[in-house]
């Protein structure tokens, strides 16, 4: 059997060991819901502060050239292409992860606007898909969502597909899609993508220059731990950004904003994406957060990932075999491309809901996903092997004891 010693002498033999210092983590508090909302870094605070009370608080409207809050959104936009796989000027952090898609998924149908079909999976994050409904019914142009299922999506892509809309790791299971694969078959039928990398940035490295992804959104507020409501990001790869023409012609997308012209010339490059004043709060708290993978390897970080991600797996098996449970997530990670898991576990259960509250009053914090799905992220920067060894303790004692039969964690709360 696993012993806490076992992963004790994993922890002490673990190269990122040190990064964990540097976030804010509450005393008796195991946190496996990094996939949600990430921690605060140490770093943060301060910065946000140094905004407020220097920044704004002494130089006032100045700190738009002062301090280059106008050119926020671009300088991170750089940063956050490092983590993702895109080149200088293809990034761009702004507004939200929803309106980005709205914006992006716009300028794919313009692009081919001879094609009405929006093809993506029927286990994709349902805002995405709100948002494909959503702009199909505004256009009023007979465009269609089309939705096949996971391992269906390659072959379903043919002439009548306009762009192939995905989340890169399924938010339920963590399944990781093939994404040079399915943009090859895109691009081979003459369709674009445009995919969500809400739980893929920051988990592991995504590269999608090198798949030739045309287009991508995400946020910063789950593995880039920008704090709730971060701001989000997206990705146009160069050879786009020139025909990209996205709905949303916000002042600061215009090639001078500062002339007031009252017709829209949109800026060159990535700029044209950007809409509307940056939130500079938010920027400058992704900011000092991004400051922490500067010093990451990311290909130490998978390796650790898959390592935290296994040792739970078997650790469950081992200790619940008889208590219900099954895993959902591939058993199976891979560790170059394809990937094949990203950085969460998930197990189906029954009472999952109930057992999931229960470990959160023990300080043990997962979250749920209905029908059934408890889910368990696993976030290298922060988390060691004793907190597996121990959050799978608690799990046991949970089922051992019935804590989970408690009238009290059944109770349906707003947020899951």
Request: net charge negative.
């Given at each position: 059997?696993?012993?806490?010693?076992?992963?004790?002498?994993?922890?002490?033999?673990?190269?990122?060991?040190?990064?964990?210092?540097?976030?804010?983590?509450?005393?008796?508090?195991?946190?496996?819901?990094?996939?949600?909302?990430?921690?605060?870094?140490?770093?943060?605070?301060a910065?946000?502060?140094?905004?407020?009370?220097?920044?704004?608080?002494?130089?006032?409207?100045?700190?738009?050239?002062?301090?280059?809050?106008?050119?926020?959104?671009?300088?991170?936009?750089?940063?956050?292409?490092?983590?993702?796989?895109?080149?200088?000027?293809?990034?761009?952090?702004?507004?939200?992860?929803s309106?980005?898609?709205?914006?992006?998924?716009?300028?794919?149908?313009r692009l081919r606007?001879?094609?009405k079909?929006?093809?993506s999976?029927?286990e994709?994050?349902?805002?995405?898909?709100?948002?494909a409904?959503?702009?199909?019914?505004?256009?009023?142009?007979?465009?269609?969502?089309?939705?096949?299922?996971?391992?269906?999506?390659?072959?379903?892509i043919?002439e009548?597909?306009?762009?192939?809309m995905?989340?890169?790791?399924?938010?339920?299971?963590?399944?990781?899609?093939?994404?040079?694969?399915?943009?090859?078959?895109?691009?081979?039928?003459?369709?674009?993508?445009?995919?969500?990398?809400?739980?893929?940035?920051?988990?592991?490295?995504?590269?999608?220059?090198a798949?030739?992804?045309?287009?991508?959104?995400?946020?910063?507020?789950?593995?880039?731990?920008?704090?709730?409501?971060?701001?989000?990001?997206?990705?146009?790869?160069?050879?786009?950004?020139?025909?990209?023409?996205?709905p949303?012609t916000?002042w600061?997308?215009?090639?001078?904003?500062?002339?007031f012209?009252?017709?829209?010339?949109?800026?060159?490059?990535?700029?044209?994406?950007?809409?509307?004043?940056p939130?500079?709060?938010?920027?400058?708290?992704?900011?000092?957060?991004?400051?922490?993978?500067?010093?990451?390897d990311?290909?130490?970080?998978r390796?650790?990932?898959?390592?935290?991600?296994?040792?739970?797996?078997?650790l469950?098996?081992?200790?619940?075999?008889?208590?219900?449970?099954?895993?959902?997530?591939?058993?199976?990670?891979g560790?170059?491309?394809?990937?094949?898991?990203?950085s969460q576990?998930?197990f189906?259960?029954?009472?999952?809901?109930?057992?999931?509250?229960?470990?959160?009053?023990?300080?043990v914090?997962?979250?749920?996903r209905?029908?059934?799905i408890?889910?368990?992220?696993?976030?290298?920067?922060?988390?060691?092997?004793?907190?597996?060894?121990?959050?799978?303790?608690h799990?046991?004692?949970?089922?051992?004891?019935?804590?989970?039969?408690?009238?009290?964690?059944?109770?349906?709360?707003?947020v899951?």
């Amino acid at each position: 059997m696993i012993s806490r010693t076992d992963c004790a002498a994993m922890d002490r033999e673990d190269p990122m060991a040190a990064t964990r210092n540097r976030f804010i983590l509450p005393e008796g508090v195991i946190y496996l819901d990094g996939n949600s909302l990430g921690p605060a870094p140490k770093a943060v605070p301060a910065r946000v502060a140094r905004m407020i009370e220097r920044e704004w608080g002494q130089n006032l409207i100045t700190g738009w050239l002062a301090d280059g809050w106008m050119e926020k959104p671009l300088a991170l936009g750089d940063r956050v292409a490092r983590l993702i796989g895109a080149g200088p000027g293809e990034v761009a952090v702004v507004d939200t992860t929803s309106i980005n898609l709205f914006k992006l998924l716009a300028s794919a149908l313009r692009l081919r606007s001879e094609r009405k079909v929006i093809l993506s999976n029927r286990e994709n994050f349902p805002t995405d898909l709100y948002m494909a409904q959503g702009l199909s019914d505004w256009l009023g142009q007979g465009h269609e969502l089309r939705l096949v299922a996971e391992d269906e999506i390659a072959a379903a892509i043919n002439e009548d597909v306009a762009v192939v809309m995905l989340t890169q790791t399924n938010f339920k299971t963590g399944r990781v899609l093939d994404m040079a694969r399915i943009t090859k078959a895109a691009h081979e039928s003459g369709a674009l993508t445009l995919w969500d990398l809400a739980h893929s940035a920051g988990a592991f490295r995504v590269d999608l220059d090198a798949a030739n992804a045309d287009f991508a959104v995400g946020c910063s507020y789950k593995y880039l731990n920008a704090g709730p409501g971060g701001p989000a990001f997206l990705f146009v790869a160069e050879r786009h950004q020139a025909e990209a023409e996205q709905p949303l012609t916000g002042w600061l997308g215009h090639a001078a904003p500062f002339d007031f012209d009252i017709q829209f010339r949109p800026a060159e490059g990535i700029r044209r994406q950007v809409c509307s004043s940056p939130g500079v709060m938010g920027l400058v708290a992704l900011e000092a957060a991004l400051d922490v993978f500067d010093e990451v390897d990311l290909d130490q970080l998978r390796v650790k990932s898959n390592a935290l991600c296994d040792l739970f797996i078997a650790l469950v098996e081992e200790r619940c075999a008889d208590q219900g449970f099954t895993l959902v997530t591939p058993r199976e990670a891979g560790l170059v491309e394809p990937l094949i898991r990203g950085s969460q576990v998930s197990f189906a259960h029954p009472e999952g809901y109930a057992i999931v509250q229960a470990l959160i009053k023990r300080g043990v914090i997962g979250d749920f996903r209905d029908p059934d799905i408890m889910r368990f992220g696993f976030t290298p920067l922060y988390l060691g092997y004793r907190d597996v060894f121990d959050a799978v303790m608690h799990l046991q004692d949970v089922m051992e004891n019935g804590e989970w039969d408690s009238p009290a964690f059944k109770i349906r709360a707003a947020v899951t």
